[in-house]
């Protein structure tokens, strides 16, 4: 799919954030379930309150299950309309997800129609189950009514997939408020990660107090065509368990645990775009994404690479525009912080805040990482962006212009 670029990329974070997070200023579509049904087949048309239904021919026991299907906002895939493919059960905005899918065994496939889904509490997936909207622009699934203290929206599992919808308002405590999530860091997160791989495509995820997706674990995590923007408040910024960002996987300690992210546009967010925080496991693959006007760096690739033989980040032909609006005078639109085994390449800079790249290193960080090793910033256009450590032990840098 092409990419989709948001018409504006302003950003402006507040002081009173910037206080939370104990920063200070350094130097400056729509897909849903539709598809061709059998022509042979022949058809009857069903009348459930107001709304002419198109079904197949069927035994009367049928038609009854098809009513009571409709009584609760969903239709079974026995029911589809004309042109649905793949669709196990249809869900109106007007039941509660959380409580269909807790009907339904693992590996189904819920097709979710236009409208808005106001989610109270939060839903756990089954191994292979699938979720897929109407657009992101016809169908929103709000978080905003959940418990302050809820892990997120989805609590996702083994194979889930998630497709074509908006995306928001899972929440977090108040910062201040002396109410925390258990642990600290987990709450706020639209997607938040279990099982041993995930699918997002093609969705609108934002103002999501944590994470858009959030978790560690042996998961791996595959991102297309995301748009994602202000993930994160002043709670998830509290800078003694800090973990805003639009993508923050940490303490990925066994396999495969990659992370792949194509395609997408991760702008605005008040802390970093995408961080990977002790990703002991897999490839971090991040090409062909814009990232602009995030609070801190783009991508920070932290206590990273080195720890197994397959750990390590590939970030190639991205754009990094004007991030770190915060102006914290250690990070850049690509931070690589005491962190090995990352290529840098073929990426574009513009008026990223303090540096294009910095790396870092930082002795002290338990457990010890080694100094930076692998470390390759190579055929970038900078256009007057800095690279900064290219002068440490391990780092390669050449042909940046």
Not at 244 to 251: F, G
Request: glycine residues 12%; proline residues 4%; aromatic residues 6%.
């Amino acid at each position: 799919m092409g990419l989709r670029w948001p018409s504006s990329n302003t950003y402006s974070m507040s002081s009173a954030l910037r206080s939370a997070a104990g920063i200070k200023r350094g130097p400056i579509h729509s897909t849903g379930c539709e598809g061709p049904s059998p022509a042979h087949l022949t058809q009857t048309r069903l009348v459930i309150g107001f709304a002419p239904v198109l079904v197949r021919r069927a035994p009367v026991w049928l038609l009854v299950l098809l009513v009571s299907g409709a009584s609760l906002g969903l239709t079974p895939s026995v029911a589809r309309a004309r042109g649905a493919r793949n669709c196990d059960v249809r869900v109106r905005p007007r039941v509660s997800l959380s409580d269909v899918m807790s009907r339904h065994g693992p590996g189904t496939t819920y097709c979710l129609a236009r409208g808005t889904f106001r989610v109270t509490s939060t839903i756990e997936t089954d191994n292979g189950d699938r979720v897929i909207g109407a657009g992101r622009n016809a169908t929103f699934i709000d978080g905003s009514g959940l418990p302050r203290t809820a892990e997120g929206i989805f609590l996702t599992d083994t194979k889930t997939y998630f497709a074509d919808f908006d995306i928001s308002g899972a929440p977090t405590p108040q910062a201040g408020s002396g109410v925390y999530c258990t642990d600290r860091s987990n709450c706020g997160k639209a997607f938040s990660i279990r099982g041993s791989s995930l699918t997002v495509q093609s969705i609108d995820c934002h103002d999501n107090g944590g994470n858009c997706i959030g978790g560690g674990g042996s998961t791996e995590v595959s991102v297309d065509d995301l748009d994602c923007w202000n993930n994160g408040n002043a709670y998830s910024m509290t800078s003694s368990f800090v973990y805003a960002a639009c993508i923050k996987r940490a303490a990925v300690y066994a396999a495969p645990g990659g992370t792949t992210v194509t395609n997408s546009s991760i702008h605005g967010n008040p802390w970093v775009g995408i961080w990977c925080d002790h990703c002991k496991n897999g490839l971090f693959d991040i090409e062909s994404n814009r990232f602009v006007n995030n609070g801190l760096a783009g991508i920070e690739w932290e206590m990273s690479g080195g720890w197994t033989t397959d750990d390590r980040a590939v970030i190639r032909n991205n754009l990094f525009r004007g991030n770190n609006a915060l102006a914290a005078s250690y990070s850049a639109g690509m931070h690589v912080s005491t962190a090995n085994d990352i290529t840098i390449s073929g990426n574009t800079f513009r008026r990223n805040v303090v540096a294009g790249v910095s790396i870092i290193f930082a002795p002290s960080r338990n457990p010890p990482q080694p100094d930076a090793r692998g470390v390759v910033v190579q055929s970038n256009t900078m256009n007057g962006d800095l690279v900064g450590g290219c002068d440490l032990r391990g780092v390669t840098c050449g042909n940046n212009a």
